[in-house]
């Protein structure tokens, strides 16, 4: 089945420091992948709709000056999370659907980055 | 702007019994509903996927229904499992990527 992966899957960093996170789609071609962003014990919200050769769409609240997407290629986008602070502490799981149809495919995950800034 | 409801927020059940999930949407206007398993720390496992024409499906001891026009859906395990344990996630699609509701975390005692 198709699959997804996502680099890193933990990361551990400073104050201040950028941190860039991958997600492939493996077996498929993704015009669209989503990054998503859970805190403890709530709920995936959608940050972002990654669009192949265009720019994001991010959502109401997310500032895309900190969260920089870059979708070059069928199978590859990337969030990086800049200057990253505290807050920015969180778990980022990215999904990517196999083209065919909005109501006919359904979304593939990978396995998520925690991200955790000191 | 729709929003997803998923009771109990947490349950807990002995092994064996058979049980129900519950998940609720704001907006019926959906092209799919999903299912998906979470375990603690990792990403999501889809379970199974409704279209909006379609009332069920089934996948082993996994059932879910919906009913779009009540804006409701039910997953139901049967046997549970100490394995089943995990957090249970419902999410819709429309004309806005999927939106999830917060879970029902399950454990299974054996």
């Known amino acids: 089945g198709a699959v997804v992966s996502q680099h890193p899957s933990w990361v551990i960093c400073k104050s201040g420091t950028s941190v860039k996170i991958e997600c492939r789609s493996l077996?498929?071609?993704?015009?669209?992948m989503f990054w998503y962003r859970q805190f403890p014990k709530q709920s995936l919200m959608l940050m972002a709709t990654?669009?192949?050769?265009?720019?994001?769409?991010?959502e109401q609240g997310v500032e895309k000056d900190k969260f920089l997407i870059n979708h070059a290629s069928l199978t590859l986008s990337t969030l990086t999370v800049t200057s990253a602070h505290p807050e920015d502490s969180s778990f980022y799981i990215c999904?990517?659907?196999?083209?065919?149809?909005?109501?006919?495919?359904?979304?593939?995950f990978g396995d998520g980055t925690r991200l955790s800034i000191l | 702007k729709q929003e997803v409801t998923q009771i109990p927020a947490a349950l807990s059940v002995p092994e064996g019994e058979n049980l129900v999930l519950n998940c609720s949407f704001t907006?019926?206007?959906?092209?799919?509903l999903q299912w998906f398993r979470q375990d603690p720390g990792k990403g999501l496992t889809s379970l199974l996927l409704?279209?909006?024409?379609?009332r069920e499906q089934t996948s082993g001891r996994l059932n879910a229904s919906l009913d779009k026009s009540s804006g409701r859906s039910t997953l139901y395990i049967a046997a549970s499992q100490p394995g089943d344990s995990a957090t249970y996630l419902c999410?819709?699609?429309?004309?806005?990527?999927?939106?999830f509701g917060k879970g029902t975390r399950l454990s299974v005692i054996a």
């Open positions: 990654s669009n192949e050769g265009s720019k994001a769409t991010y």
């Open positions: 409704i279209q909006s024409s379609q």
């Open positions: 999904s990517a659907r196999n083209p065919g149809g909005l109501g006919n495919q359904p979304q593939h």
């Open positions: 077996d498929f071609q993704a015009t669209t």
């Open positions: 907006d019926s206007a959906i092209y799919n």
């Open positions: 999410a819709v699609e429309g004309n806005t990527p999927l939106v």
